[in-house]
């Protein structure tokens, strides 16, 4: 079977290298100044009773078009209004149907963090990334007042861990295959640190299996298909 997070990777890859073209990483540093202070996501999920990272996208490589018509300015508040303590936004075209405008028009509409580059806090994916190269990006991550938030997907990348990380997120989806299976999390969660919050990702659509995620240990649950299929 074709590694679907390699094509995307790739794809990014290129996407990057045309950005660089178009503004210097001089530009980007002056615009860091502009920004204002990073809301907490850390915070919001360890305070939180529900925990949940409401996602916004339009459609996803394995299940195609979600939600074509979405539009950030209505979900995105009544996400915030319905309780959630979080969100994610995929501003990546080709593959999620979204774009950086989405994120620009959901921040002045709502105050609880977002999850994407840019904005409260970062996703370092380990399959994605040699560990060094993660813990360089952790680093940096910081420097620019942005939480980590490590998602793994096995216990063989329990080695990103480090001090540096704020969040660890275990996706339930494998980005290789896009198999999904919740009890990934259960599997892994005896192994990760009690003192990091735990965020389970992916595969998330009844409200029991999210108690049980809770007695396990964890403190946050990322949840976008469900949501997005809802009128």
Known sequence: MKDILSEIIANKRFEVDLQKQ????????EGIH??????????ALASSDP???AEFKRRSPSKGWIKQEARPEEIVPSYVTAGASALSILTDE??????????RTARPL?????KIVGADAVLLIAAALEQGK??????????????V?????????????????????????????????????????????QN??????SGISDPEVVKRLRTAGFRGFLVGETFMKTP
């Not at 080709?94 to 994120?103: A, E, N, P, Q, T």
């Not at 709502?110 to 977002?114: A, K, L, R, Y």
């Not at 993660?134 to 939480?147: D, I, K, R, S, V």
């Open 22 to 29: 178009a503004i210097s990483i001089e530009q980007l540093q």
């Open 34 to 43: 502009e920004i204002p202070a990073s809301r907490s996501m850390k915070k």
């Open 51 to 53: 925990g949940i990272i």
């Open 94 to 103: 080709k593959f999620f149907g979204g774009s950086l405008k989405d994120i």
């Open 110 to 114: 709502v105050d609880i963090p977002i």
């Open 134 to 147: 993660c813990q360089e990006l952790a680093g940096q991550a910081h420097e620019l007042g942005l939480e």
């Open 149 to 193: 938030l490590l998602e793994i997907h096995s216990a063989e990348e329990l080695p990103y861990i480090n001090s540096q990380i704020d969040m660890i997120g275990i996706n339930n989806r494998n980005l290789g295959t896009f198999y999904t299976d919740v009890e990934n999390s259960f599997r892994l969660a005896g192994q990760l640190p």
């Open 196 to 201: 990091t919050v735990l965020v389970s990702e």
